[in-house]
């Protein structure tokens, strides 16, 4: 009875449009990286549903094909040729908290020959308190210890989260 309730509310959410979404797009070096992040916003917290496809794959038949994701604080998906993502800044972080409690620490994503899809519902943020942010795949998993963001490797691609609500 108890999961009963959480069912129904997910199923009434996802009947509805997102209040906001990414499209990612891979950096030069990953240019086949191309994906969308949508964010329903629900009474307990941010519904993110995950779909990227063109991730690198490792060719070694135990390759982890897991990468970081975050949200970053920054506005924008340009940057330099050292880092095109450099204006994505750094990991989201309104209360200051060590790694991996930033609100924008995320779980990873899982490849699976270059494809990666994953749901999941977060407290740690509002769908208002992220338009206009970015969000960043990097290039190896979290690590979720080291500081400040989880020695996650670069960053391989990313999108803007924008609003669906005029």
């Given at each position: ?91 989201y972080n ?60 670069k960053k ?11």
């Amino acid at each position: 009875m108890y999961l009963e309730p959480q069912y129904s509310q997910l199923e009434n959410l996802l009947k509805m449009p997102p209040n906001a979404h990414a499209t990612i797009k891979g950096s030069p070096n990953y240019p086949n990286i191309n994906g969308m992040v949508f964010f329903y916003q629900a009474a307990d917290g941010v519904l993110l549903l995950v779909q990227v496809r063109g991730l690198p794959q490792g060719t070694e038949p135990c390759s982890s094909n897991v990468f970081g994701f975050h949200i970053h604080e920054g506005s924008s998906c340009t940057g330099n040729s050292e880092d095109p993502f450099a204006n994505a800044g750094s990991h989201y972080n309104p209360h200051n908290c060590p790694h991996p409690a930033h609100a924008g620490d995320l779980p990873p994503l899982f490849g699976n020959h270059g494809f990666a899809f994953m749901a999941f519902v977060t407290d740690r943020f509002s769908v208002n308190e992220i338009i206009g942010r970015t969000v960043i795949i990097h290039s190896s998993p979290d690590d979720f210890t080291t500081q400040p963001s989880g020695n996650s490797g670069k960053k391989v691609a990313c999108g803007q989260i924008m609003s669906n609500i005029s």
